[in-house]
């Protein structure tokens, strides 16, 4: 019903960037925040960074300053652009939306996740 197609991963030195988009589609009545979350190897899922409808963002201490999270509304769209990667950067990154569904739930949705991988 709802799905989340990410975008822009890849293979990056240290230093680089990259730029991370995630579309939702599927019967959706509002969206309450998207955001990006990321998993590496042995190591819990951390939220990176996410944002509301309104515009608020937060970001985890480590990418303050380096990632900007915004999105595009009327495409239900969220972007992270990544500036000065590091290797400690590496990871799965998720995307993840709360959303209204048509019950007037609100609901949790998960991208498939996209590799993200820096080399220094």
């Known amino acids: 019903q709802v799905q989340l197609v990410e975008s822009g991963g890849g293979s990056v030195q240290a230093g680089g960037s990259l730029r991370l988009s995630c579309a939702a589609s599927g019967s959706i009545l509002s969206i309450y925040s998207m955001g990006w979350y990321r998993q590496a190897p042995g190591k819990q899922r951390e939220l990176v960074a996410r944002?509301?409808?309104?515009?608020?963002?937060n970001y985890m201490d480590s990418v303050k300053g380096r990632f900007t999270i915004s999105r595009d509304n009327a495409k239900n769209t969220v972007y992270l652009q990544m500036d000065s990667l590091k290797a400690e950067d590496t990871a799965v990154y998720y995307c993840?939306?709360?959303?209204?569904?048509?019950?007037?739930?609100?609901?949790?949705?998960w991208g498939q996740g996209t590799q993200v991988t820096v080399s220094s």
């Open positions: 993840n939306a709360a959303i209204r569904d048509r019950l007037g739930r609100r609901n949790e949705y």
């Open positions: 944002i509301t409808s309104g515009g608020s963002s």
